[in-house]
């Protein structure tokens, strides 16, 4: 869903949906589900490209020494002149930033607390106010992008997160101790939602089944 209103531009995705698309300087931007992406139809030709993300998207920003691009994800920012990398910054998740390619900026939305990031590292922002720094798995977080789920090694709770997002449905675990179990998992996001419980279900771990438009998790 597209609406422009005084020059700029808001980019509403469906649940189970990516999309892709281009934006004045040519930087392509992969947006996907329940994602919000605002920027201005024309970037000013001086000064900062600037731009909003609700929920999760992939930049691959085109190159310009003069002029930053900023991600604003809720209390994250992000600087670049030209790179590749991901931002999720979806409601009610700390925002984190994984780098591929170049290297950005990582700080806190009106404060002076930043810190750099290289390629194969992950950034994110804390509730208290912290920017920490991991090594990032590239074929996992790559996953989304090619319209996987992908999982090495993850705790449940990300997993279950990542498929509430994903088919904009709710998850009740009725298991504390299941929410930290770690899991190998690979499969298509292309999928009904009860094609997808059958193959967590064949994993042995847990039972899960769809319920009063609810996933359980027992």
């Given at each position: 869903?597209?609406?422009?209103?005084?020059?700029?531009?808001?980019?509403?995705?469906?649940?189970?949906?990516?999309?892709?698309?281009?934006?004045?300087?040519?930087?392509?931007?992969?947006?996907?589900?329940?994602?919000?992406?605002?920027?201005?139809?024309?970037?000013?030709?001086?000064?900062?490209?600037?731009?909003?993300?609700?929920?999760?998207?992939?930049?691959?920003?085109?190159?310009?020494?003069?002029?930053?691009?900023?991600?604003s994800s809720g209390k994250m920012q992000t600087q670049v002149l030209g790179t590749?990398?991901?931002?999720?910054?979806?409601?009610?998740?700390?925002?984190?930033?994984?780098?591929?390619?170049?290297?950005?900026?990582?700080?806190?939305?009106?404060?002076?607390?930043?810190?750099?990031?290289?390629?194969?590292?992950?950034?994110?922002?804390?509730?208290?106010?912290?920017?920490?720094?991991?090594?990032?798995?590239?074929?996992?977080?790559?996953?989304?992008?090619?319209?996987?789920?992908?999982?090495?090694?993850?705790?449940?709770?990300?997993?279950?997160?990542?498929?509430?997002?994903?088919?904009?449905?709710?998850?009740?675990?009725?298991?504390?101790?299941?929410?930290?179990?770690?899991?190998?998992?690979?499969?298509?996001?292309?999928?009904?939602?009860?094609?997808?419980?059958?193959?967590?279900?064949?994993?042995?771990?847990?039972?899960?089944?769809?319920?009063?438009?609810?996933?359980?998790?027992?």
């Amino acid at each position: 869903i597209t609406s422009e209103s005084n020059g700029r531009i808001t980019l509403s995705t469906p649940p189970a949906t990516t999309t892709q698309i281009t934006l004045d300087d040519g930087t392509q931007v992969t947006l996907s589900a329940n994602s919000r992406l605002e920027y201005p139809k024309q970037f000013p030709t001086e000064g900062t490209r600037e731009i909003h993300l609700t929920g999760e998207a992939r930049f691959e920003v085109a190159k310009d020494a003069e002029r930053p691009f900023i991600v604003s994800s809720g209390k994250m920012q992000t600087q670049v002149l030209g790179t590749v990398f991901d931002v999720n910054a979806y409601p009610g998740n700390a925002p984190a930033v994984t780098l591929y390619q170049g290297r950005v900026k990582v700080g806190k939305a009106a404060s002076p607390i930043e810190k750099e990031i290289v390629p194969g590292q992950c950034a994110t922002l804390t509730t208290s106010g912290d920017i920490r720094l991991a090594k990032a798995t590239r074929t996992e977080k790559e996953g989304w992008t090619k319209d996987e789920f992908y999982y090495d090694n993850t705790e449940m709770i990300t997993v279950l997160q990542n498929i509430g997002t994903w088919y904009n449905i709710s998850v009740i675990c009725h298991s504390a101790d299941l929410l930290h179990k770690r899991v190998h998992f690979r499969f298509s996001r292309n999928v009904p939602i009860k094609t997808l419980l059958n193959v967590l279900n064949d994993l042995g771990i847990a039972h899960f089944q769809y319920k009063d438009k609810q996933i359980v998790v027992e």
